[in-house]
């Protein structure tokens, strides 16, 4: 096979499957369980690749190198809605504090929000964080965390839609 000419799109179609929710890369993984593409010689990680496709105006290189990280917790997953970019630090941060286990933090909350405007559900994300469906409920919607970010609307006043009286 020529890699020289392969399109990158093709290659990652060609190399992945579908599993649940996740894409999962089925070319060469590397030991930290992260898939490896092969472009022109060069290692690339596979879910960089993908990130870097689906977000084409996004300089993951410039002024400053970003990680592209994910969301989920399979590091073979190329699935773009489960990758999300930011610094070193914040991936090193991931790792210790150890994704749906202990305290929530505010950056939890707002990958919540962020995950929700992707169009991921409720029970979606509550099942990524190992955490009840009312808990994501309640901080997306502002009953909990309210000093974070305007609550998503809510029906009258943060009252269930069901007990409204009839107009
Ligand atoms: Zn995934």
């Given at each position: 096979m020529t890699v020289a000419n392969t399109n990158p799109l093709e290659m990652l179609l060609r190399c992945s499957k579908a599993e649940g929710e996740c894409i999962l890369w089925t070319g060469t993984i590397r030991p930290s369980g992260h898939g490896v593409f092969k472009l022109r010689g060069r290692a690339i990680p596979a879910h960089r690749i993908s990130y870097k496709l689906a977000y084409p105006?996004?300089?993951?290189?410039?002024p400053k190198r970003l990680v592209v990280r994910h969301?989920?917790?399979?590091?073979?997953?190329?699935?773009p809605s489960h990758l999300t970019h930011g610094h070193q630090s914040e991936n090193i941060q991931d790792m210790m504090e150890?994704?749906?286990?202990g305290r929530l933090s505010p950056k939890d909350i707002y990958h919540w929000k962020e995950l929700r405007l992707r169009g991921w559900t409720v029970t979606d994300i509550a099942k990524l964080y190992k955490r009840d469906n009312s808990t994501v409920w309640h901080a997306l919607h502002g009953?909990?965390?309210?000093?974070?970010f305007d609550p998503l609307p809510t029906y009258g006043r943060g009252k269930p839609y069901r007990n409204r009286p009839e107009a």
């Open positions: 105006e996004l300089d993951l290189e410039k969301l989920c917790t399979n590091p073979a997953c190329i699935n150890g994704r749906g286990q009953n909990s965390w309210r000093h974070l």
